[in-house]
């Protein structure tokens, strides 16, 4: 009797001991799913290192192949468009890479070509050397440039702000329902009115 009683305990303990690894080896399996999960969520584009400069994003300039471009991408997701979408005539392609859906930038290439002629800052969170940013107001603009005048942009209809120094226009997407400047004479540029515009994006020549 007591041996029987003995090799029920010991298969009971054996029981129970198996369910316990079992349950710490699930434990185990969750927790490194669950870390896994974080870093893919955790991994994302570094915006600091892509400071707007003359003729530049951060590594990504104008004259570089496309290729070599897109190896500081990686994050990005690429979606084509055309470059006629960002006021450049002859039917070329754009390149536009976006991160969670949300678009960071666009390349532009000569036409038939892998060579790099435009580069377009497009989110809020790429900075200019200057403190800028593809969203700012136009207040804010005018504070970096105090006599900046605003131009239309005959050929797409809209208007923009330009850097001569570094090569930028400041671009506003905006229609004869929404003007910015007020214009008696074709192609002179005039002075802004309207202080809380934010811009659309920034074209790096």
């Known amino acids: 009797m007591k041996i029987k009683l003995t090799l029920l305990f010991l298969i009971i303990l054996q029981i129970s001991c198996k369910n316990e ?40 300039k104008i004259g570089m192949n496309i290729k070599d471009a897109e190896k500081e991408l990686n994050e990005l997701t690429k979606e084509e468009a055309e470059a006629y979408d960002f006021g450049f005539d002859g039917g070329g392609k754009a390149y536009i890479y976006s991160l969670k859906n949300e678009p960071v930038l666009a390349l532009v290439p000569k036409r038939d070509s892998e060579e790099i002629s435009v580069i377009i800052a497009l989110n809020k969170n790429l900075k ?78």
Do not use: C
Not at 23 to 44: D, H, L
Not at 130 to 137: A, E, T, V, Y
């Open 21 to 60: 690894t079992e349950k710490q080896i699930e434990t185990w399996n969750n927790q490194i799913q669950k870390v896994e999960t974080q870093k893919k969520e955790t991994k994302s584009f570094e915006f600091e290192k892509f400071k707007i400069s003359k003729g530049k994003i951060g590594d990504i």
């Open 128 to 205: 200019t050397n200057n403190g800028l940013n593809p969203k700012s107001k136009i207040s804010e603009i005018q504070n970096k440039y105090p006599n900046i005048e605003i131009i239309q942009d005959l050929m797409m209809d809209w208007e923009f702000m330009h850097d001569e120094k570094n090569k930028w226009n400041f671009v506003f997407l905006t229609d004869t329902n929404n003007r910015i400047g007020e214009y008696t004479e074709i192609e002179k540029p005039t002075e802004p009115k309207k202080a809380e515009t934010k811009m659309d994006w920034i074209t790096i020549r």
